[in-house]
C-alpha cells in the first residue's frame, strides 16, 4: 500500500479544496492515501457532470466510464482509461484557477484510477462502492436537472428525495470514513458499530445539508432546487418563487426548520466525533472542524435573506483559523472542549481564548 499519496497529487487536492485539505492534512497517515485519493476521484467525477457546456449524454457516458474503470482496477482487471478528452477541452477554453484545476483532475483521471491498484484490496473495494454510490447519484442528478435552467428550475420531490440525495452525496461518506478509520486505527476498539456507522451517515448528511442551504440562491440560477417541491407548496411558495428576495417572509419558516434540522445532524456528527476513541486526537480534530465551521455556517445563515444575492454566506479564513485553534487548545478540556459545539452555533463572534 502507499505510504502518502505522491506530492503531485497533495498539491492538486490543495487546488480544489481548501477545506477539506486542512482535515486530510492532519489525519494519520495510514489512512490520508485511501481518503485523498477517494476525494479526488469524486471530485473528478463531480467535475464531469458538472461541465455544462458539455452535451449531458456525453457526461454520463463519462461517468459509466469511470465507474467501470474503478470497478475494474478494484476487482484486480486491467481498465481501460476513460475518455475525458472533450470534457478536459472544455475546462481548457475558460480561464481562472478553479478550472485550471479541475482541467488536471481530468487530465489525470487514468493515473488516479491506476494509483487505486496500488491500495490493499479491502480499500480498492471500500473506495470503488463509495464511487458506485456517488456517480449513480450524479448520473441520477443529471438525469433529473439536466436540461434545468434559470427560467425552467426544477426541484426535488420530497424530503424522502432530499434524504436520498444527501445521503448520496455525503452520508456515504460518512459511512466510508468510518469503515477506514475502525480497519486502520482502531480496529479492537470496544465501539458501537451499528451507532458509528449511523452516526457518520447522519455527520455527512448534515455537511450536505449545510451546504444546500448556504447555495440556495446559487443553485436556483443554475435551473437547480434541492428543497422539496411539496414543503414549499405548503408554505404557498413555488422554486421559481424563490428568486425573489421578497419572498423571504413566506419562506423564512421552512428555512428555519432545515436549519435545526442541519444543527440536528451536525450534533449526531459532534456524538461521533465524541464517540471515537479519546487517544485519536487527530481523527477527533478532523471531524470536529467541518461540523464547527458548519456549524458557524447556520449561525450566520440565520440571520440574513439568503434568497439575496449580494448577502452571499461564508465562513471567513479568520474565523475558520480561531475555531481550529480554539478546539487544540480545548481538547485536553473535557468540559471546555464540549462547549465548542454550542458556541460556534451561538450569534456571536467566535472570540480567542
Same mark, same amino acid.
Given at each position: ?7 503531485? /497529487? ?10 477539506? $485539505? ?62 475525458? #478528452? ?24 487514468? &493515473? ?15 473506495? +470503488? ?35 436520498? $440525495?444527501? $445521503? ?5 461518506? #460518512?459511512?466510508?470514513?468510518?469503515? *477506514? ?15 458509528? =456507522? ?8 448534515? @455537511? ?16 437547480? +432546487? ?11 411558495? &413555488? ?24 444543527? &440536528? ?6 456524538? $461521533? ?18 461540523? @464547527? ?7 450566520? =445563515? ?10 452571499? *454566506?461564508? *465562513? ?5 483559523? @480561531?475555531?481550529?485553534?480554539?478546539? *487544540?487548545? +480545548? ?5 471546555? /472542549? ?16
Amino acid at each position: 500500500m502507499t505510504k502518502a499519496l505522491p506530492e503531485p /497529487w497533495e498539491a492538486l487536492l490543495r487546488q480544489v479544496s481548501r477545506s477539506f $485539505y486542512l482535515t486530510l492534512r492532519i489525519l494519520p497517515g495510514t489512512i490520508r492515501p485511501q481518503i485523498g485519493l477517494a476525494y479526488l476521484l469524486a471530485r473528478t467525477t463531480d467535475t464531469i457532470a458538472d461541465t455544462r457546456i458539455v452535451p449531458l449524454d456525453r457526461r454520463r457516458a463519462a461517468l459509466r466510464e469511470m465507474r467501470s474503470a474503478i470497478r475494474a482496477v478494484a476487482d484486480g482487471r486491467n481498465a481501460e482509461e476513460p475518455d475525458l #478528452g472533450e470534457l478536459t477541452d472544455a475546462c481548457s477554453v475558460s480561464a481562472g484557477r478553479r478550472l485550471a484545476a479541475e482541467r488536471s483532475l481530468l487530465e489525470n483521471a487514468g &493515473e488516479m484510477i491506476s494509483l487505486l491498484g496500488s491500495l490493499t484490496s479491502e480499500d480498492r473495494c471500500r473506495i +470503488c462502492d463509495l464511487l458506485e454510490i456517488i456517480t449513480r447519484g450524479q448520473d441520477a442528478d443529471l438525469a433529473l436537472f439536466g436540461m434545468a435552467c434559470e427560467d425552467r428550475i426544477v426541484a426535488l420531490e420530497s424530503d424522502d428525495d432530499l434524504e436520498e $440525495y444527501t $445521503y448520496r452525496v455525503a452520508g456515504c461518506v #460518512g459511512e466510508f470514513w468510518t469503515r *477506514v478509520c475502525r480497519t486502520h486505527l482502531f480496529p479492537r476498539a470496544d465501539l458501537d458499530e451499528t451507532f458509528l =456507522l449511523c452516526s457518520g451517515i447522519r455527520f455527512g448528511k448534515g @455537511l450536505q445539508l449545510v451546504n444546500i442551504l448556504r447555495d440556495l440562491p446559487e443553485d436556483l440560477r443554475q435551473g437547480r +432546487c434541492y428543497l422539496p417541491s411539496r414543503r414549499l407548496a405548503q408554505a404557498g411558495l &413555488e422554486p421559481s418563487s424563490l428568486l425573489d428576495p421578497g419572498a423571504m417572509g413566506s419562506f423564512r419558516p421552512l428555512y428555519a426548520g432545515y436549519i435545526r434540522q442541519a444543527e &440536528e445532524l451536525l450534533a449526531a456528527g459532534w456524538t $461521533y466525533t465524541n464517540a471515537l476513541p479519546r487517544s485519536q486526537v487527530r481523527v477527533r480534530l478532523a471531524c470536529a472542524w467541518p461540523i @464547527l465551521i458548519g456549524m458557524r455556517t447556520l449561525a450566520h =445563515l440565520r440571520s440574513v435573506n439568503v434568497l439575496d444575492t449580494s448577502q452571499r *454566506v461564508k *465562513v471567513s479564513r479568520g474565523e475558520v483559523r @480561531l475555531l481550529m485553534i480554539r478546539s *487544540v487548545l +480545548c481538547y485536553p478540556r473535557q468540559t471546555a /472542549w464540549d462547549r465548542l459545539f454550542l458556541q460556534a452555533g451561538a450569534d456571536r463572534a467566535i472570540r480567542p481564548l
